[in-house]
């Protein structure tokens, strides 16, 4: 079992930046394919972003590509997500997820095993 807690969320200016963390409790976080989602008023939790736990892929939903960024640091058990020129619509709350040995790099909620509590992130336009 693993437990996650997002943080670094906050108030920005669109085109600014903000990088999220994600801290994993265990020894096994090297063995969980971890994403990222995020869930706005109103709106369904969405796909963000993934990464691989073992050949390190990583995917992107179209409207992120190009701007956000996700990395591990098994080393420390942490997941991160680098997001640059923030728009209006990233406004939501997100969420990390893991899961535990999945192939490729899952954009459905079904396909993780284990959810963080999410940080809110707002961008004023």
């Known amino acids: 079992q693993v437990q996650l807690v997002e943080s670094g969320g906050g108030l920005v200016q669109a085109g600014g930046s903000l990088r999220l963390s994600c801290a994993a409790s265990g020894r096994t976080f090297r063995r969980y394919t971890m994403g990222w989602f995020r869930q706005a008023p109103g709106k369904e939790r969405e796909f963000v972003a993934a990464i691989n736990w073992s050949t390190g892929l990583t995917n992107y939903a179209e409207s992120v590509k190009g701007r956000f960024t996700i990395s591990r640091n098994n080393a420390q058990n942490t997941l991160y997500l680098q997001m640059n020129s923030l728009i209006s619509q990233d406004t939501a709350v997100y969420y990390c997820?893991?899961?535990?040995?999945?192939?490729?790099?899952?954009?459905?909620?079904?396909?993780?095993?284990?959810w963080g509590q999410g940080t809110q992130v707002t961008v004023s336009s």
């Open positions: 997820a893991a899961g535990e040995g999945r192939a490729g790099t899952p954009v459905r909620r079904l396909q993780y095993d284990y």
